[in-house]
């Protein structure tokens, strides 16, 4: 499985030609790719800031042929978790993505599997993945 944030999915329907090398790479890889639902509200809320027909039309495409990962009741606990964590550790982090790092996390652990937290670097900007072994 690879979740993919926000930011990447972004780029990919802007053609971002790491973002689409990206997602191209992990679907010759026979990868599921999913996002979360939160994921999934911050795109529209960007398609509703910007009132474009095409990239509302690109958005339902994308989005039909992904699976969306839900925020329950242990990825909400997850997420308060590591959200206390990090800011104990005086490293926080913004509420949203850390919802989205907890139910990667937690939709990505059955059968014990790894999970993996890449940083990748798109257009001068931080942005992260979820890939789970």
């Not at 790491?18 to 795109?43: G, R, Y």
């Amino acid at each position: 499985m690879v979740c993919l944030d926000t930011d990447v999915i972004i780029h990919f329907l802007r053609k971002n030609k790491e973002s689409v090398e990206l997602i191209n790479k992990i679907l010759e890889l026979k990868q599921k790719i999913k996002i979360t639902s939160i994921n999934e509200f911050e795109l529209w809320k960007g398609v509703y800031k910007i009132n474009n027909r095409n990239r509302e039309k690109s958005l339902k495409q994308f989005l039909s042929s992904i699976e969306i990962l839900n925020l329950n009741s242990s990825s909400a606990k997850k997420a308060a978790e590591i959200f206390q964590i990090l800011e104990l550790e005086g490293n926080p982090v913004d509420t949203l993505d850390v919802m989205i790092a907890a139910i990667a996390i937690v939709k990505g652990q059955p059968n014990n599997k790894l999970t993996y937290f890449y940083y990748l670097f798109l257009s001068s900007a931080s942005t992260f993945i979820f890939i789970c072994l």
